[in-house]
Every structure is written in C-alpha cells, then in structure tokens.
C-alpha cells in the first residue's frame, strides 16, 4: 500500500494542438494528478480524451505544452531510467527473440554488464511464465505471451513508475482476465508503482488502488475514485458487491459525462 | 495440431504431383528445343557455322573448363573485378541509403541528384570509363559499381526510411538516442528490403562485369566471348554463356541462403 511519498505529480499539465486553420485543439487541458508510491493507479475515459496522450507526457516520448510534470520531484523533460511503458500493441522487435527483447531495455540503458541482464532476464521471463520460450522469436507467440515479454521488458529494467497504455486491450477476455491477475500478483509482489491506462471500467477496478475518471474534449481529469478493495485481489472478488459498487460507480461518472457530452 | 499435419500433408502430396508435372512439361520442352537445334544445324554446314550445335557447344564446355587457365586466369579475372566491384558497390549503397534513409534533410538534398544520375543509361558510360581508366582490373570494378550501387542504395534508403514508427517509440522510451534507434530498430528492420536490393543489385553486376570485359579487357569471361566472336566460334560463345549463367545462379543461392538465415524472424506469409 502507498507509503505516503509522492512519485508522480502532474499540476496544470496542458497539450495542445495548432490546426491549419490555427485553432487550438486541446489534448490535455490543466491535468493535475498525484501517484503516490507503489499505487496502482488506472486512468479510464472515452476514447480521444488524452489518457494516452497524458501516459506518453509522463513517459517523456511526447512533450507537453505548459505546467508541470515531477517524478521524484524532478521536471520530467524526457525517457529516463526511473519510468517503463508497456505498450498497446507490444511493439517488440520481430528479428529479436524473447529472451533478447526481454533484455532490449536494460541493453539500451547501459546500466548493467550482460552477466547481470542474462539474470535479469532469465529471472523475468519466469515470473510472466515464459519459462521455454526464450529463444522464440515474436512471430512465433500469441497475443497474451506478446504482452508478457512486453511487460518483461518493461520490469527488466526496475523501473519505479510502470506506464501501461492499454495492454490487455486486444486480447480475449480469458487472457485478459488471467493476465489482469498475474499483473496484479506482479504488483503486489514487487511493489510497482503503475499508471495503467484502459477504457475498460472492470479491468479498472479490478487492478487499481484508484481510478481517475478522464473526459474528453479537452482532456481533462473529471473526477477520482477510490478502490477500498483488499489486496491481493483474486478472481472470487469480482463476483462481490463491492466490487460491483465500484463498477457501478465508475459506470455513473463515465455515462455521465457522456450525456454532459450530448 | 491433428487438421495441421493433414494439412501439411496434403500440402506436399499436391506440391510433389506439381513438381512431377513441371519437371516432365518443363523438362520435356528443353529437351525438345535441343533436338531441334541438333536437328537445324546438321542439315547444313552454313547452319553449324552460324548456329553451332548442342553437341559442339558441350564439347566446347568441356574443353573450356578442363583448361587450367580458365580457371586461374579468366575466371580468375572476372571473379576479382566483380567481387571488387561489388563490395564497393554494396558498402556505398549501405551507408549512403542508411544516411539517406534516416536523416530526411540529406535525402532532400540528393534525392533529385541520385534520380537523374540513376536515369543515365549505364551502358553509354563504358567507352567513358575506358578512355579514363583503361581496361584493366579498376575500370571493371568500377562498371561494376555503377551497374550495382542503385538497387543498394534505393532499396536501404526506402527499408530504413520505413522503419516502423511504433518500435521507435518504444526504442526512445528507452532512452535510446537516434544512433542507437538505427542500430537496434530502423537498419534490423529494413533487411528484407536490403537483400532485395543485394540479390538485385548483384544480378546488375554480373551483367556490368561481363558487358565491361566485352567491351575492352585482356582476359575474363567476357574476353573470352569477345575473343570468340572475333575468331566466329559461336559454340565457345554459347559454352561461356552457360558458364556465366551457372555462375550467376550459384552466386544467387549463396546469397539466398545468407538471406534467409538472416532473416528468420521475417513472417513467413510476408517472405
């Protein structure tokens, strides 16, 4: 659970876009949000609505417009070692084999002698139970074992705050589900601190310590809800009433806003 | 796993049946070709003269390739301008297409320079090259290169140029700086279209190589044609060209064969 120091801090955070025609086009508009450590927390919202936008701000591969974006307390001006992203659509070198695309980050980094990465990967490649497939290459893998090397990569390299765009998005529902459930023993077993980006309110609820709600056009923080759910969170859970409580909320402030929309 | 290996199965039955039909359809037609010629040029003897004969132009092989010299000068000589050439051609190609390929302001400065030199007719710059370099082993290796360098260089330039956007990304969030995005992403990424640039560009060559020693040299296999002409032995011509065309096939396969062990991870359905 938090320990009450702050990792991420975004205050007044604002994206914006010149059309030809020289209007602005807000992608983000005064986003402020603070993830504490070793919080789980997930940012849902229709589509369009900058969560993605937001995650790769706070990534460093898209620079935002105004305001300011702290890790640590330190401005947040680009990729750094402290922060992984797991991927969308995995995005893993085809000619690479997984063991090698597990290593691909701490490789890039430079921070460790290849004895140590070796470990490193061999280790990881375990805990997403990758175990025998090390010398595959991704042509030669299903979507779910795709995301498990993406998210090896990603703890490969011992980030301190996990960014997840959507991940689970593309698979069926019984992979997610499993995979939902290995990311959060993940979680819980390393302590992560994660932003997970998803529009899918269960997989929110289920993962996360909060949920902030995004609305679209600009984008914008609508509002946050809190997840009293007790860790660690099993298959059983999602069959209670509290969790259909948190469901149910995160399904008013969507739909809500929603017909603010229209 | 069951319907695969049926699949799989019925597969290589129909595979073998359509090989057994190529072999005896394809086969069969060359065979007849031959007789044909054997035919056409022991009615007369102007018609052996000016057509040679299937017979004599394999007497005419044999004789060529049980010579020592064939081997240690002619070949030889061909072999050392077209290696020559082409690994010029081949380096040039590389670094200049990767450049190209991933710093956009260079391309824009010489993309319309490089598409009007690649319109000049390669041929038309021999008689140039002689009168500058004369005929030895530096005006073949650079008819060479100029036969060769283009499909490596437009080809690279396109496959690094195409490197996929989303692996970039991924690359960066990384940390990795421009030189590391093309070392570990964008140059991976393009060798499909590198070897399709290679495997033509070394076609390219070999024609370079023989049409440069038909034109001006003092041995190689295109000497030998040249010679053979001037001395009217149409089956030596015809034994040297099968020998060229044995040559060019080999130097394919080879390559095919460092390609695919290159580029195993490639989908198949895409190869």
């Not at chain 1, 940012?43 to 305001?67: M, Q, R, W």
């Not at chain 2, 090989?19 to 007849?32: E, N, Q, S, T, Y």
């Not at chain 2, 004969?53 to 010299?69: F, H, K, Q, Y």
Request: with cysteine.
């Amino acid at each position: 659970m938090p320990s009450g120091d702050v990792c991420l801090r975004a205050s007044g955070v604002s994206k914006w876009y010149r059309s030809g025609s020289g209007d602005t086009t807000w992608a983000l508009r005064d986003v402020d949000l603070t993830v504490m450590r070793g919080e789980f927390v997930s940012l849902v919202g229709p589509s369009g609505c900058g969560k993605s936008t937001l995650l790769n701000c706070v990534a460093g591969i898209t620079a935002y417009d105004s305001g300011t974006l702290t890790l640590d307390g330190a401005a947040i001006r680009g990729p750094g070692v402290g922060r992984a992203v797991v991927f969308q659509d995995a995005a893993l070198l085809p000619w690479r084999t997984v063991a090698a695309n597990v290593a691909y980050g701490l490789a890039v980094q430079r921070r460790t002698t290849a004895a140590q990465r070796r470990q490193r990967v061999e280790a990881l490649i375990g805990l997403v139970g990758l175990t025998g497939f090390e010398r595959h290459y991704p042509a030669e893998l299903s979507g779910g074992m795709r995301q498990r090397v993406n998210l090896a990569r990603a703890l490969a390299t011992e980030p301190e705050l996990l960014l997840m765009d959507e991940p689970f998005g593309a698979l069926d529902a019984l992979t997610r589900e499993q995979l939902q459930l290995e990311l959060t023993r993940i979680c819980d077993e390393r302590r992560c601190t994660v932003v997970f980006v998803t529009h899918d309110i269960n997989e929110a609820a289920f993962l996360s310590d909060r949920v902030v709600v995004m609305t679209g056009r600009p984008g914008a923080v609508h509002s946050v809800v809190d997840v009293p759910l007790p860790r660690p969170r099993r298959p059983e859970l999602r069959r209670t009433s509290a969790f259909a409580e948190v469901e149910g909320q995160l399904w008013e402030r969507l739909h809500a806003q929603a017909i603010e929309v229209s | 796993m069951t319907s695969g290996t049926v699949a799989t199965r019925r597969r290589r039955h129909t595979f073998q049946s359509v090989r057994w039909r190529r072999i005896v359809l394809g086969g069969g037609l060359a065979v007849l070709l031959l007789l044909l010629w054997q035919w056409y040029s022991s009615r007369s003897a102007h018609n052996i003269f000016i057509a040679s004969s299937p017979s004599r132009s394999w007497d005419s092989l044999v004789a060529l390739v049980t010579t020592g010299s064939f081997w240690s000068v002619q070949l030889a000589a061909t072999a050392q301008g077209l290696a020559l050439g082409w690994s010029c051609a081949v380096a040039a190609g590389l670094l200049l297409g990767a450049a190209l390929g991933y710093v956009r302001t260079l391309r824009e400065a010489l993309e319309p320079l490089l598409f009007s030199i690649n319109c000049v007719p390669r041929l038309a710059l021999i008689p140039l090259l002689t009168l500058w370099l004369g005929y030895g082993l530096t005006y073949k290796a650079v008819v060479v290169v100029i036969a060769g360098f283009f499909p490596v260089l437009l080809n690279t330039m396109d496959g690094v140029r195409r490197a996929d956007n989303e692996l970039m990304r991924m690359s960066r969030s990384f940390g990795a700086g421009p030189v590391w995005q093309l070392f570990t992403v964008a140059l991976p990424g393009s060798l499909p279209s590198v070897f399709a640039g290679l495997r033509q560009s070394l076609a390219h060559s070999v024609v370079g190589v023989i049409g440069a020693e038909i034109w001006a040299s003092s041995a190689g296999l295109g000497w030998l044609i040249a010679n053979a002409e001037l001395q009217v032995r149409t089956d030596r011509i015809i034994a040297t060209i099968i020998v060229v065309t044995v040559v060019g096939v080999l130097l394919n396969e080879t390559l095919r064969l460092v390609e695919s062990r290159c580029t195993r991870w490639y989908p198949r359905e895409r190869r």
